[in-house]
């Protein structure tokens, strides 16, 4: 499994350990919606932070 980590469009380097640690949580997520097969070949997830007024 590849994950790549960006913020503010700068990379975040990660090693093979967290990499699988953030892989698998994600995962695991995803997996248990109803709707998603486990046969996937890509998750994507884009965070955005809300402006505090």
Known sequence: MKIEL????RKIP???FV?????NV???MVETLHTINNDWKEISIHVEQEESN
């Open 26 to 28: 994600i995962k695991a």
């Open 6 to 9: 960006m913020v503010d469009g």
């Open 19 to 23: 990499q699988k640690i953030v892989g």
């Open 14 to 16: 990660m090693n093979e």
